[in-house]
């Protein structure tokens, strides 16, 4: 079956404890994407890579880290997380090549709170 | 710069009437546009995408979105309600100014009353 796998689904961890959210598709897609949902504000990107190591900002990546080693896994490392990292997040794949009208598939989520 | 506005945060709808989720974009060029669904404690799905071919768009369950460039809109409509359409919509707007970024409305929660 065609996926988007995230782990883990939920995590509650402490202010400036190391975490990495693993992301993993299965269609070999070129593109994938970490976005955070929080209420009000709909997603905000944080990080994309269009393909093995090449990895690029979005609209919110303070704090963040990513990596792309290989096609089908794009991990999101938080070194130092705060509170204010607090949120649902969600990895996205997509083929790639004419990616703005590609469609994105989305894992399931990650619900993180960070006391 | 881009953006995209959904003019209601919420909409309540009776089962069985029509459904009707504004929302407008602002964009340069010509915009790629996306509704997408997330029903609770989901994920994301596609809905419908408009790019620069017709301008009505017929997407899963019933729902369809008309591109209107000189209203800037893309509202989402269906003919009729069903229990299980309760989720929230996002409406996405992507073009050359974001760099083909993808930016997403803020959501729309609808709400099916019995």
């Known amino acids: 079956e065609a996926q988007v796998t995230q782990n883990p689904r939920y995590l509650i961890t402490v202010t400036g404890k190391k975490l990495t959210v693993t992301c993993s598709q299965n269609?070999?897609?070129?593109?994938m994407s970490w976005y955070r949902q929080d209420p009000g504000l709909g997603l905000r990107q944080i990080y994309y890579?269009?393909?093995?190591?090449?990895?690029d900002k979005g609209d919110v990546p303070e704090g963040y880290k990513v990596s792309r080693k290989e096609k089908r896994n794009f991990p999101l490392i938080l070194e130092s997380p705060s509170p204010n990292q607090t949120s649902l997040y969600f990895c996205?794949?997509?083929?790639?090549?004419?990616?703005?009208?590609?469609?994105?598939?989305f894992g399931p989520g990650t619900r993180l709170t960070v006391l | 710069a881009q953006s995209v506005t959904q003019l209601d945060s919420h909409v309540s709808v009776s089962e069985g009437t029509p459904v009707l989720l504004r929302c407008n974009y602002s964009?340069?060029?010509?915009?790629?546009l996306f509704w997408y669904v997330q029903h609770p404690n989901k994920g994301l799905q596609l809905l419908l995408k408009?790019?620069?071919?017709a301008t009505l768009v017929k997407g899963i369950n019933g729902f369809e979105a008309e591109f209107k460039k000189s209203e800037t809109s893309f509202h989402l409509t269906k003919p009729s309600a069903h229990m299980s359409d309760a989720a929230e919509y996002f409406c996405?707007?992507?073009?050359?100014?974001?760099?083909?970024?993808?930016?997403w409305g803020a959501g729309t929660k609808l709400i099916i009353k019995p």
């Open positions: 996205a794949s997509s083929r790639g090549g004419s990616w703005s009208t590609d469609t994105q598939y």
């Open positions: 269609m070999n897609h070129e593109y």
């Open positions: 890579s269009m393909n093995v190591e090449v990895t």
């Open positions: 964009s340069s060029y010509s915009p790629s």
């Open positions: 408009y790019t620069s071919a």
């Open positions: 996405v707007v992507s073009d050359r100014n974001s760099n083909y970024q993808l930016i």
